[in-house]
């Protein structure tokens, strides 16, 4: 009897430590790129619960690092990114820019004509960071139309501009944290209201190049009719 239960004592540790190592809990940190450069290690990098993961952000001959996206966030550009105790599944995204001047365009307008460096100095003197990092703010202002027009933010994933016409209308942002109270579809034709907040800017792709598109605010809350 006294060797049985040693048996199953010795049994029973060993399936519990076994289990640890086997059903560890793991995050996966996605990594893209638009543009010529590189992230290293790319790719889906598996994490474990609570670990840490560095990538190194390098940019091709001839390129420079433009915007870099955390979790869909635009963050400072640095050639380093550290994720400390990862808890969740993260993205990271790094557009980078051709070092030549050319003019950029959007729909029939000029944005700007500028080497990258330049575009740099434009962004931040524009659009101040908080302006960059598009969130819903208690303070907000109306709007409310049909919608006349949806397109992606190509090199901010998640993220959507919304065109509403008038009485007030405007360019709004969609963005994961909005709240949506939708009765109908948000689509062209669908009259809307809701509140924003009056920052916020969409980064779209045009060639291999991210461009930023400015926008009337962030959406905060938004219904249909």
């Known amino acids: 009897m006294r060797v049985n239960h040693l048996y199953f004592s010795v049994l029973t540790v060993s399936l519990f430590f076994l289990g640890n190592i086997c059903f560890a809990q793991t995050f996966s940190i996605t990594t893209s790129i638009v543009g010529k450069g590189a992230i290293t290690p790319s790719g889906h990098i598996t994490v474990p619960a609570g670990g840490n993961q560095i990538f190194s952000i390098t940019p091709r001959a001839g ?10 966030q635009i963050v400072a550009p640095t050639s380093t990114v550290r994720f400390v105790n990862v808890r969740e599944n993260r993205s990271l995204t ?4 051709r070092r030549t001047t050319r003019p950029n365009t ?8 500028q080497s990258a460096g330049q575009l740099t100095s434009f962004i931040t003197q524009i659009f101040s960071i908080s302006n960059l990092m598009p969130k819903p703010s208690v303070s ?13 933010c190509t090199c901010t994933p998640g993220i959507t501009q919304i065109s509403v016409s ?4 405007g360019d709004f942002l969609l963005i ?3 709240q949506v109270y939708d009765y ?9 209201l809701g509140d924003y907040s009056p920052s916020g800017v969409c980064v779209i792709r045009i060639s291999d190049e991210c461009v930023p598109k400015p926008t009337t605010g962030t959406i905060v809350k938004i219904g249909t009719s």
């Open 63 to 72: 390129y420079r690092l433009s915007t870099l996206f955390v979790d869909g």
């Open 94 to 97: 790094a557009s980078f820019l």
């Open 106 to 113: 959007i729909g029939t307008g000029t944005l700007f004509s």
């Open 140 to 152: 907000a202002n109306t709007f409310g139309g049909r919608i006349t027009g949806i397109i992606q």
């Open 166 to 169: 008038p009485p007030k209308g």
């Open 176 to 178: 994961p944290g909005s």
């Open 184 to 192: 109908g579809n948000i689509s062209p034709g669908t009259w809307v």
